[in-house]
């Protein structure tokens, strides 16, 4: 059963830095393009970014390029999101997703992905 599992949010100060991971299972993530989505409190599901099945194709909201980095790890079959000079703007629960159709070379921030992870909240206040 392909499960998608987040990990690593948590309460941070303005400026600090998080790590957060997405652990798959059922399936082998190197093959499918994985995103990062973010819903804040009465707010829509905001595309964060994504990592297509070729690595050096990433994409980022322009509100976090050149604070977040998206990464994978193919041994330990986990995705990650390093986020830098977090700013309380960044509140929100942090969703990974995969797109159903393996060896795609593009990933986007919309409409892509069909398989969710249950969230894991991220809260930037001083």
């Known amino acids: 059963q392909l499960q998608l599992v987040e990990s690593g949010g948590g309460l941070v100060q303005p400026g600090g830095s998080l790590r957060l991971s997405c652990a798959a299972s059922g399936f082998t993530m190197n093959r499918y393009a994985i995103g990062w989505f973010r819903q804040a409190p009465g707010k829509e599901r905001e595309g964060v970014s994504c990592?297509?099945?070729?690595?050096?194709?990433?994409n980022y909201a322009d509100s976090v390029k050149g604070r977040f980095t998206i990464s994978r790890d193919n041994a330990k079959n986990t995705v990650y999101l390093q986020m830098n000079s977090l700013k309380p703007e960044d509140t929100a629960v942090y969703y990974c997703a995969a797109d159903p159709f393996p060896n795609r070379a593009m990933c986007n921030l919309r409409n892509q992905y069909t398989y969710w992870g249950q969230g894991t909240q991220v809260t930037v206040s001083s």
């Open positions: 990592i297509s099945t070729i690595s050096s194709n990433t």
